[in-house]
């Protein structure tokens, strides 16, 4: 709701103050620099340093120093002269925010914008917000309040007699924000008082984010600590905004919560596989915690913790599910990302390996070596041997009877079927000679077998093999080409690479920048595990026992691939040595993808890659994080190509709101107010505020630091600490979590383009959000967003 701003009225005076600099701005802006800042003509300076350079050449050594010390800081200011031309104020959006402040006797206004200019004689001082040490006043003190600062050697002291900010876009006054009110102008040019709805507010929102239990940690000194985790659940786990507040967030018994829905997944039969596509905010990873539980408690012996395993695609994930599982009675399953359970069983099982990854694997060897098409690949080699062992065999002495041996092992793996007939020749009624023989033969067929560096080597290196496979998959012949040339480069020590067998490049990328000879790619363990499973018959050590569990709970499946997926699910035991069924929880949701390298199109393919096509997939058609409002956004910016059929059904809460800024100072300013307000309004609040890069986030945190926002944390490498406060994060880290209050910046056109990616990611960083949802844009905002929020 708003009311136009009436003649003669407080708010009058302030919009017309504010029109009546700001086309005071723009006029002095419009001539362009001064007469006192072209003084010191560039001209003068070029004539000066041609002087030095002459006079360098004619100068005595010990004269040199100074002349050149000289010369240095002639260049260096002729530098700063010329790049000031090249980079004048911005004219559309000059200043974001307005200040007056009071010296002792002396009164100045000051603007803040992304750039300095000063001209003391047109009354006109605009300091950049990034470093200019008066701007700090701005973001640290409020209109009334007196101020004393000491930054970079000056001591700046007085009152701030006014503080507002500001929006100018396109050479336009659109917004006036101050303590007296908000003012917005419409396309007509009128103004209006907002009121309601229409001024911005986080509020009303502590608590509706679902947190896990705390879990008591014993100190150094033996007393109890808790920690506090957060992720979605299902049922009414958020405490809604109008509700009590408890400090603490613990979760209630959420087993009481769950619906019929879940319930019926839950209490799937013990052995077979779950399959769970649920939306955002759906309650799929409880309902796969819960599996994990029941199963526990119905069947302790089979399905004791410490024989599940629990993949997640994150530290932050893995952290909450070790501290929910406790909470539901199950202590001591396994939790952890696939990459580090991938490495570390690749290490356990060829002891040998480099636990060194290489860095910089390029994008076109990356999706050959995460896609499906290769465990065909593998499967075929492996035949291959199998029957070239089966050949040597028939060519021994005694090779009816031997053969007789190996048949009767036919259901066994390559290694453990060669051990068998290796172990039967001492009773197979063979000559001395004749057993000495075939002993010598199998023991080197089983060594060759064994070797699964060498398989891994001829299979990543045989381009007709791997093309005859990814012919049919819509993979460029030129991507198997790159990566068999850079597998060559890991296979081969560096003394053996040269120009005429090893590759040049992969990618237009030089291999002689970082030798990779020995080191694998991330990439490589599930193709390593999947080949000893095929080779040993499972996940075993030359001399070791299997690694296997009773049940496989797999969180966030769409980001898997198919190879990954296939060798968790070999990884588990069936039921009985009479049955195939597993017990296996796959929970994920296709438009929350995040991983585009891994050929996933789907859970019916993965499915049938991974040879279980008659699993049914069962959908969750709840919402219990975000409101009707978010999964609204998130289902338009997703697209109808994207989106699931039907929508998830939403409770209805705030409506999702974009605020428009010309610059990321001004919109720094902006939230630098509201967080303050928000967390001491509600400090148990959790709030995001998420980018799309690393480096814009580090851009955020730095701005809101230095306007003293409190509880303020710059997360990196998915370190969340799960306690009240604001985290400031890129979107790609916060898949599976949420907060109370999500803020969206730099939603811009350049940052979020019409890609399918793009996509995805907005879609999971929207509905991040339990209560509210603000967006925040610095130029023109993303077509992802519907037009209805864009237009201003």
């Not at 031309?85 to 307005?98: G, N, T, V, W």
């Not at 120009?499 to 920048?513: C, H, W």
């Not at 595990?529 to 969180?555: C, E, F, M, P």
């Not at 891994?598 to 049914?616: A, I, K, M, R, Y």
Request: hydrophobic share 40%.
């Amino acid at each position: 709701m708003s009311e136009l701003v009436k003649e003669g009225t407080e708010s009058a005076r302030i919009v017309n103050e504010e029109e009546s600099l700001h086309q005071q701005v723009q006029e002095r802006v419009r001539h362009g620099a001064k007469a006192k800042e072209d003084v010191l003509m560039t001209s003068d300076l070029d004539r000066d340093l041609i002087t030095l350079r002459d006079a360098i050449g004619e100068a005595k050594p010990e004269d040199l120093a100074p002349l050149v010390e000289q010369m240095t800081r002639l260049a260096a200011l002729r530098g700063r002269l010329g790049k000031g031309k090249d980079l004048p104020i911005d004219i559309e959006s000059p200043y974001f925010a307005h200040m007056v402040i009071k010296e002792g006797k002396k009164t100045r206004d000051v603007l803040i914008g992304k750039r300095g200019f000063i001209d003391r004689d047109s009354n006109v001082q605009i300091v950049d917000w990034r470093n200019a040490p008066i701007s700090q006043v701005y973001y640290r003190y409020d209109e009334g309040d007196d101020y004393d600062e000491f930054v970079g050697g000056l001591e700046l002291s007085g009152e701030v007699t006014l503080k507002r900010n500001l929006s100018i876009q396109k050479s336009t006054l659109r917004r006036i924000g101050s303590p007296q009110g908000t003012f917005i102008r419409d396309k007509q040019g009128d103004w209006h008082v907002a009121s309601g709805s229409a001024a911005p507010v986080l509020q009303g929102g502590s608590g509706t984010a679902a947190r896990a239990p705390k879990m008591p940690t014993v100190s150094k000194h033996g007393s109890k600590k808790s920690g506090q985790g957060e992720r979605e659940a299902s049922g009414t786990l958020g405490v809604h905004g109008d509700g009590p507040q408890r400090a603490d967030k613990h979760l209630p018994e959420i087993a009481a919560l769950i619906d019929r829905e879940q319930f019926d997944l839950i209490s799937q039969p013990e052995s077979g596989m779950v399959v769970i596509q649920g939306g955002a905010g759906s309650g799929k990873t409880t309902v796969a915690l819960h599996r994990v539980a029941f199963l526990n408690f119905a069947d302790k012996q089979r399905f004791a913790a410490n024989r599940m395993l629990f993949v997640v695609p994150s530290k932050a994930l893995a952290r909450y599910v070790e501290g929910v599982l406790p909470s539901l009675g199950v202590r001591g399953v396994a939790v952890v990302r696939y990459a580090d359970w991938a490495s570390r069983t690749r290490r356990r099982v060829l002891p040998n390996t480099e636990g060194k990854y290489n860095v910089d694997t390029p994008d076109t060897v990356t999706r050959v070596k995460k896609h499906a098409a290769l465990l065909a690949v593998l499967d075929e080699y492996v035949r291959e041997q199998v029957q070239e062992a089966e050949d040597e065999l028939a060519e021994l002495p005694n090779a009816e009877r031997i053969l007789e041996r190996w048949n009767e092992h036919k259901g066994k793996a390559l290694v453990p079927r060669l051990r068998q007939v290796y172990k039967s020749l001492r009773t197979a009624g063979m000559s001395t000679e004749a057993r000495f023989a075939a002993e010598s033969r199998i023991k080197n067929l089983g060594k060759r077998a064994n070797d699964v560096i060498e398989d891994w080597a001829a299979v990543m290196t045989d381009e007709p093999r791997l093309w005859k496979h990814f012919e049919a998959t819509g993979v460029k012949q030129a991507a198997v080409q790159a990566t068999v040339r850079w597998c060559l480069a890991q296979e081969l020590e560096s003394s053996e690479v040269d120009e005429d067998v090893a590759p040049t490049d992969v990618d237009g990328r030089s291999l002689d920048e970082d030798s990779r000879a020995g080191l694998f790619d991330e990439q490589d363990d599930p193709i390593l595990l999947r080949l000893v499973q095929l080779k040993r018959g499972g996940l075993t050590g030359k001399d070791s026992s299997a690694i296997n569990y009773s049940h496989v709970a797999i969180d966030e499946a769409q980001d898997r691939s198919a190879i990954e997926v296939k060798v968790l699910l070999e990884a588990v035991e069936s039921a009985d040595e009479h049955s195939r069924d597993k017990s296996v929880t796959i929970a994920g949701d296709t438009a929350q993808r995040l991983v585009f390298d891994n050929s996933f199109n789907g859970w019916e393919e993965l499915l049938e890659q991974t040879g279980n096509s008659s699993v049914v997939v069962s959908p969750l058609k709840l919402s219990y994080r975000s409101t009707a409002e978010v999964m609204a956004l998130a289902r338009e910016v997703l697209g109808p190509k994207l989106a699931a059929p039907q929508p998830l059904v939403a409770r209805s809460g705030a409506p999702v709101e974009l605020h428009q800024f010309g610059d990321v100072g001004e919109a720094v300013a902006f939230l630098a107010e509201v967080l303050r307000e928000l967390v001491g309004r509600e400090p148990s609040a959790s709030v995001a505020l998420l980018t799309r890069y690393p480096e814009q986030a580090e851009m955020y945190y730095s701005g809101l630091r230095r306007a003293e926002v409190p509880k303020l944390r710059l997360i990196e490498n998915d370190d969340f600490s799960f306690e009240p406060g604001i985290d400031v994060t890129d979107a790609s880290q916060v898949k599976g979590l949420e907060f109370d209050y999500v803020i969206m910046v730099d939603v811009n056109e350049a940052t979020y383009p019409e890609t399918d990616e793009c996509r995805h990611l907005m879609h999971i960083a929207v509905t991040r959000a339990a209560y509210q949802l603000w967006l925040v844009s610095t130029s023109e905002p993303s077509r992802l967003l519907p037009e209805s929020l864009r237009d201003f």
